[in-house]
Structures are given as C-alpha cells and as structure tokens.
C-alpha cells in the first residue's frame, strides 16, 4: 500500500475526501492559462539586456543604436525607475529594502551577477528586440567578484557595496565588508551545558545554492492606460503582493493597477517576488502600447532565485541515555547580490523540534556575486537541518540508540522551550517519529551496500492576511473567491471546506481566485498558509453566510431568526414551537431573494494567527555503486503532521514532491561557478532535477495531530517535507558506506571521493 | 529573409502558415497559431513540457522547425480529447491528482499518450525510463505513474 491515511474524523462528508479539483479540465485540455499564454492586440514583446560579468561598475549605457532600429518602441533603464529611500521593511525574518530590490530590477551604479538585468527593449517582434538588445553599448569597469560565502566574509574580499557595515555587532564595525548581518539566539549555560555530556560532536558542512525549479519561467502582460490605470497578467504566487511591489517600484498608485492571477506554473517560494512584472509595465507606460515579457529557462537560472548555499558548523553534547544537553550552530548564508538569505529562518529551525535546554545559534547574511537568493520551500530550515541531522545521527551511533528512539527521546510537544523565546504550542513531532517506527520496513534488513537513514524537519508554517467571499447563485449553486493563489489544489480543498460548512455536496459549490479589484487583499501563496488561513477565512464567511440564509428564511416564514436552524444545508424551524415549515434548500431561499433583501453574498477578511507548525520525519534505503559513486533510493517513507487533511490526495502530492525536491537537492542539484564568476550550469540538462527513472514511489505517511485553531484542524503542509531529505539521504549513505558526507550535493564523483579517501 | 509557406496538418484539420525559416514549431503553434496548450518550459528540448508528435513520432516542438511540419501530421494536446469527452489519460490525470500546477500536465499526456500507443501494458519501470524527458517538479512523479499505469489497464480493458 503506497498511502496510509490516519483520519480519525469520519463524520465530514466533504473534508477529507478527493474529488477532481475544479480547475483540472482546463488544465488537462491545454486550455488553463499561465503567464506566458496572454496576448493582446497591439502587443510589444521585451527582451533584457543582461550583466556578462560577475561584477563590473557600470561607467555609462548608449541605447541610440538600439532605438534607431526600425520596430523598437522603447527602452528602459534604471533611470526610468524612480529613487527608492534606504529601509529595511516589514518583520525581521523576511524583510525588504526597495532601494536593493530597485537595483536588482535594473542594475544601477553596478552589476552585482552574472545576469543581473540592465536595459530592457520593447519591439514589435522578439527578433527585432533581441537584435536591440545586442545593440546597446554599455561601458562597464570589471571589477574583481567573491562567489562563496567564507570568501567573501575575508577581510580583504572585493565588497559589492563599499558602504556596508554590518548590523547585529555591537559595537558596530567601523570598516565595510560584505557580511549585511549577524544574530544570534541563545537560551540555558552552553558550556556548563557541553561539560555535562558524555559524547560531543562538532562537524563543519557546506550545502550548494539551488534553484526552486518550477517549469514555467516567469512571464507576464503588461498594459497602461493614457489615464494612468494598468494592467498586468502575471504568474505569481501573490498577485496582491505582485501589485504592491509593481506600484511601489514604477511610482503609481495601487488602486490604478489590477493585477490578474495567471495560473501558475510553479514557484515554491521563488514567485513570491516580482522579475518582469516592473520591467514590462515600465516599457508599456514608455512605449504606449501592452508588452509581453518572458524569461528564457538560463536568464531563470542566472538572475532569479535560488536559495542559498551555505557553510555551517554545528556541534552538540548528549547524555550516553541519549538524553541532549548542550548545542551550538555556526550558520553562514550567500544572501546573493543583495541582503536577505533565510539565515535567521535556518537559525531558528536548526534545533527546534528537540528539547535542548543549552543552545546557541550563529547566523551571518553575507553577500556575493550571486543572484539574490528567494524563498524556497520552507526557506533556510532544510539547510541548517542538513548540519543538525547529520550530527544527531553521528551521536545516535556514538551512544548505541536507534536513531528514532533518540529523536523520540528528546522530541518537543506543546510546552517545549525553543532557542528564540516563547514555548512550543503544539504536539505533532513524537507522532511522525511513532508512524515510522511503526512502519514495517522499518526493521527489515538490507544488502550489501546498502544503508538506511533517518532525518527529521521543523517548518513554521504560516497564517496572516486573506480575503473570501461567498455568493449564492440564483439557482441555489455556490460561487466563493478568495485572493489566494492555487499552486497546487487549493481551490479543491476551498470548496471542500465550504461544502462541508454549508452542508451542500461539493460539486455545487464552485471555486475560483479573483483579480486584485475583485476581492480583498490577500498575502501570497507560501509559508504553507493557504489552506490553513484562506481555509479559515472561507470557513468564516461561509458561516456569515449561514446567518443571512437562517434570516432568509425567518422572513419567508414570517418568524424570529432565533427559530430557524441550519442543517445539512436546509433552514429548518428550531423546534415544533417555531411552526411547521418544509425545510428550506439553498435554491428555495435563493428563487425568493428579490422580496427577502436581494442579492445573497458576503466578503470575510481575517489576520490569521494560531497557526501549528510542521513536522515531518522520515526514512529512506539507498543503495551506493562503490564503483562509481552513484546513489539509488531505494526506498523512501515520509511522515508528516498535517493536522487534518481536506484533500489527502493533494496532501500526499505534497509530501512525494517536497521530498523529491529534497532528494535532488541531496544527490544533484547545484549552481557551478567558473573562474570568472559565470554560471556554467544554467539549463535543465547540466542543471539536473530529478526524473521518474531515478526515483521509487515516495510512500506518504499523513499523521493527523489536529491544529485546535482551525474549524477542520488544518496545519499547513506544503513544507515541512522539504527539511529532512537531504540529511536522511547522507545518513543512510553513510550507513551504507561508513562515509560521511559533508558537503550538498552528494553526487556521483563526491561520494566516489570520499569513499576512496575512507580507503586509505 | 521572405517567410516559408507551410502546409500541414493539426490534430487532424489542415493548416497553412507562413513562418520565418528560423521559427520553432512550439512558437508557431503559440504565437502564430494561438495554441498555447503546449508549454516552454527551457526552449532546449531539457523539460519536455512542449511535447508533440510529428507523424506519430514524440518530439519536443522546441527542436523542430515549424517549416518542419510541411506535409506532415501533428498532434498536440489540444486535440487530445474528443469534444466533451476526455481521452482516459486526462481523466486518470484529475482522478488521481497527477497535477499540482499543471504547466508540465500537457507534455506528460502528449508522451503517455504515445508510450500507450506502443506499448499498451508498460511495468512501472517502463513508464518512469518513457518519461524521463518529461520533467516535473510539483509531484515527484508518484501520481502520473499511477495515472499512466490506471490508463493502460482501463484502454487494455484489464
């Protein structure tokens, strides 16, 4: 059996069933519509000319040749996007500064990357842009570039901004240097902490940048109007976000822009920030006319995403009864070209699913000749994981202790202390370790070469803004909106959670994501919040609803609304006393609205707080070519704390794709610099994602710890599953081989190496 | 350069267009034809989400000239289904939740398609090797495999 579903709530009708979602035949039928399949009459299409060095001053750009070129409509540079003042925005763990994210739209005084946007062209053909593109002369100083991170950290590395100075020292440093910023989290007695265990493990690890990889490069339409209104169709993972960076970058107003949800053809984090979107609103107000603009798969490589690589040392101290005493994590993170890596997200999660009553955490944001790096998939927490999870099962080895029942040993639950403050709210953790070992292959042997390993993860999860409305239709069917971007289902699971709400089967009720001028606002798709926060807003408004039917039908009835229920999707009198009615369906209340007040719909928006983390735990089987060095999953079982699952079919795809995901990013996925600071990999051919032939079925364990806070129990699941592969597939090599790897990816000639280093 | 004139035949309706000798199929099927069911996902025949066939045979239109398709028959994903009714692979491919974004949802059906049509009752191995041009980030491959392997015993009538 591939899929064992734990639900412990078989009284819903709809929640925790999996119909077809409702934009599935658009879908399969090539007729959904992404970024790039909008066109309008008229249309531009834009090119981006591009950095060919890894760092260079910008002396001076001549756009005359290109201008003159029969076809060419506009052309832009960062002169034609207005100042931003210096701010750090927003909380801590994701702040912005528009005075970096404007130079990384279009590179200013200089070009930071290797494809770091510097002109943009607006032509009648792609050909006749691309032709333009190649004519702008621009001068440019090469200077000297820094790709790694403890490079760049060197006293005498080439700065990228000769005025940084870095915060989080006290004092503040007096000279520049590339480190944007330090912070530290620290609870208990570290040393009195290590001096009390009996087995110390202290072990350095680097982990390459990796790109999110969604198959759809960035795309979009822009239009401007003569009347300063403007359009953009752009595929993202928060068009309200898209349109409060758009506006804020070009200068214009948020209510003249309407920004529509394209389908999305995946982000995983790195669409929740805008590329194109300001370049082609800006060549359309210049040009007058709409303009297409969409990134090749190598400009996708070379100037979006990836998330960071990293250099870490971590060292924790254990009791021999497996018990954890003291630990201490060094994290240093490429933030690319411009602050603002995960590190604080990394220091947070390192050691966060485990009691440990002396810790510190270390995190250095550090600069370098990179793209700047975005979110991805539970950002930060996979990478400090991969340093902690190696450690913990060195230690479980150390003091003899199956590699679970120490992790069970020292799970968190509600109550726990964590390394920034406040305690743990919830269970979930102890549950994903007692499913594997449950699991029957848990204890089955294995061959030659052949190893197993266990790792665990911790993500926080999200809540925050959302918007839903509900209207009922004239015939009784239900049309509810949110703001939410669907990356992956999620107007299947919104459905769900009104029809199980209404009490109305799930095929009337209809589910769709509205444009910015339809609904109310909504933050991006990510942090795993979606279901959990748009879910409960859908709930809320659904429940609102309920209200104006029962009052509905009090006035049909000519009676209080105190003696009308709702049940199973009908008004029904309270009790005898009320009167005799037949119940009421939704299409009876709907036919009689016109004499009842009309028109039946409500809007609900809510902050969402209350959110429960995820925790996943998981095992995998490899196999190792001592050969070669080739790796071979085996086997690989997830588990994770989902709280509830609406849709347990999408839920299971999250959790197979989170962590092959992670499994590319253990054995294959890295950005390989050459000597003068060029991508050398940029393309799905030598930039390599897993494919089905290198993969066995990823069996999904679903543990329900239900989340109090949501009406359906809900936690967010789309993360948590990303945290523990990298470090399982490391320790189950090196229980396979008695190598231990500590450096991401563990491809074919690095475990090769390590295996003849262990050779003597 | 004049444009080429082209002669072809799309999901079994003749069609003529002019197109730069230059051009790619995927981009007239896109730009000149409006048919943008089949996807650029790199533009370097890597992803597979442009996958068509030309006379039967599985290509990615990113690597085939449109003026390649002169005389010839192509079928994209738009002609997958027959009016209302869905082909079996699309609707093994919602029933079973093969798709999370769907941007790759098109080339992976294009190319079952085709493994069906020679092999009507592939193992699972031969599904995965069948497919591993077709690159998908959002599943991890477990339900399209199930999918594919679900429509080939339904098509098999097993």
Request: charged letters at 20%; proline letters at 6%.
């Amino acid at each position: 059996m591939l899929t064992n579903t734990k639900n412990t709530h078989q009284t819903m009708k709809s929640v925790g069933t999996s119909p077809v979602r409702p934009d599935g035949v658009p879908k399969v039928t090539g007729l959904a519509q992404y970024g790039a399949d909008y066109s309008l009459p008229g249309m531009l299409w834009a090119k981006v000319l591009r950095s060919p060095h890894a760092h260079a001053r910008i002396r001076s750009i001549n756009t005359a040749k290109a201008l003159a070129l029969p076809g060419v409509k506009a052309i832009i540079t960062a002169a034609d996007l207005p100042n931003q003042s210096f701010d750090y925005v927003g909380p801590e763990r994701v702040a912005l500064n528009y005075w970096h994210m404007t130079r990384n739209i279009l590179a200013r005084e200089k070009a930071l990357y290797e494809g770091h946007a510097i002109a943009a062209v607006a032509a009648t053909t792609a050909a006749i842009a691309d032709q333009a593109v190649r004519l702008i002369e621009i001068d440019f100083e090469v200077l000297p570039h820094v790709i790694d991170v403890d490079d760049a950290m060197k006293p005498d590395a080439p700065l990228l901004f000769e005025d940084m100075i870095s915060r989080g020292f006290d004092p503040a440093p007096t000279k520049p240097s590339n480190i944007s910023k330090r912070l530290e989290f620290k609870i208990g007695d570290l040393e009195a902490g290590f001096a009390s265990a009996d087995e110390v493990v202290e072990m350095s690890f680097k982990t390459a940048a990796v790109h999110q990889g969604y198959i759809e490069p960035h795309s979009c339409l822009a239009r401007y109007g003569a009347d300063g209104q403007c359009e953009l169709w752009s595929s993202s993972q928060g068009h309200f976000v898209v349109r409060a960076y758009t506006a804020k970058l070009l200068g214009i107003e948020i209510g003249n822009l309407l920004v529509h949800p394209a389908e999305i053809g995946g982000g995983f984090g790195g669409k929740t920030v805008v590329y194109v979107e300001p370049l082609a609103l800006a060549l359309a107000r210049k040009s007058g006319h709409p303009v297409k603009l969409m990134m090749s798969r190598e400009d996708t490589f070379k100037a979006t995403g990836p998330t960071s690589g990293a250099s870490m040392t971590v060292k924790i101290g254990v009791k021999k009864d497996g018990t954890i005493v003291a630990a201490d994590g060094l994290f240093k993170f490429q933030a690319g070209a411009f602050p603002g890596s995960p590190v604080m997200n990394a220091t947070m999660c390192a050691f966060a699913p485990y009691i440990i009553p002396n810790a510190r955490a270390i995190g250095f944001d550090v600069v370098s000749n990179r793209p700047k790096s975005a979110a991805y998939r539970a950002p930060g927490s996979p990478i400090s994981a991969f340093a902690v999870e190696s450690v913990l099962d060195i230690l479980a080895k150390k003091i003899g202790m199956d590699p679970l029942k120490f992790r069970l040993k020292n799970a968190v639950k509600a109550g726990s202390p964590t390394v920034w403050g406040p305690k743990h709210s919830h269970d979930g953790y102890a549950e994903t370790i007692q499913a594997l070992l449950d699991h029957p292959e848990y204890n089955k042997p294995l061959g030659k070469n052949q190893g197993r390993g266990v790792a665990s993860g911790f993500w926080f999860n999200g809540g925050g803004e959302s918007t839903a409305s509900v209207h009922i239709n004239e015939d009784g069917t239900v049309v509810i909106a949110t703001g939410s971007m669907d990356v992956g289902g999620s107007r299947a699971s919104m459905a769900l959670m009104a029809a199980e709400t209404l009490g109305v089967p799930y095929e009337s009720v209809r589910s769709t994501v509205a444009d910015t001028a339809s609904i109310g606002y909504n933050h991006v798709t990510g942090g795993s919040r979606v279901t959990y926060a748009t879910g409960m807003v859908v709930v809320e408004a659904c429940n609102k609803i309920i209200e104006e039917l029962r009052l509905r039908a009090s006035l049909m009835w000519d009676v209080d609304v105190k003696g009308v229920i709702w049940e199973d999707g009908y008004a029904k009198p309270a009790d005898k006393s009320v009167g005799t009615f037949e119940p009421l369906s939704l299409k009876a209340i709907a036919a009689k609205r016109a004499v009842t007040g009309g028109p039946i719909g409500v809007e609900s928006s809510i902050n969402a707080g209350g959110q429960a983390p995820g925790f996943s735990t998981q095992f995998c089987d490899v196999e190792v070519d001592p050969e070669t060095g080739a790796v071979k999953i085996l086997r690989f079982v997830a588990a994770q704390d989902v709280g509830r699952a609406i849709h347990p079919k999408y839920c299971e795809g999250q959790i197979q794709g989170g962590v092959v995901q992670g499994i590319g990013w253990a054995l294959n996925e890295e950005y390989i610099y050459d000597k003068q600071g060029r991508l050398s990999n940029a393309g799905f051919l030598d930039y390599r994602i897993p494919v089905a032939s290198d993969l066995p079925m990823i069996e999904a364990i679903m543990v329900e710890v239900p989340n109090p806070n949501h009406p359906f129990g809900v936690k967010g699941v789309g993360e948590a599953n990303i945290v523990p592969p990298m470090a399982a597939v490391a320790n189950a090599i090196e229980r396979a081989t008695g190598t231990r790897m500590r450096e991401l990816p563990m491809s074919p000639p690095r475990v090769l190496a390590a295996i003849d280093a262990g050779r003597g | 350069m004049a444009k080429q004139h082209v002669s072809t035949v799309i999901n079994g309706d003749p069609i003529e267009f002019l197109c730069d000798a230059n051009k790619s199929l995927l981009d007239v099927l896109r730009n000149d034809l409006g048919m943008t069911g089949t996807k650029e996902g790199c533009g370097t025949g890597d992803c597979g989400s442009c996958s068509v066939t030309l006379d039967g045979r599985l290509v990615c239109s990113c690597l085939v000239l449109g003026v390649e398709a002169e005389g010839k028959s192509v079928q994209t994903i738009e002609g997958m289904a027959n009016g209302e009714h869905l082909h079996v692979l699309q609707r093994k491919f919602l029933e079973h939740a093969a798709l999370q974004c769907g941007i790759c949802t098109p080339g992976f059906l294009v190319a079952a398609r085709s493994l069906l049509e020679r092999n009507p009752d592939p193992t699972e191995e031969e599904v995965r090797f069948w497919l591993a041009g077709n690159l998908c980030r959002c599943t991890g491959y477990n339900k399209i495999i199930e999918a594919v392997l679900d429509a080939a015993r339904e098509m098999r009538g097993a």
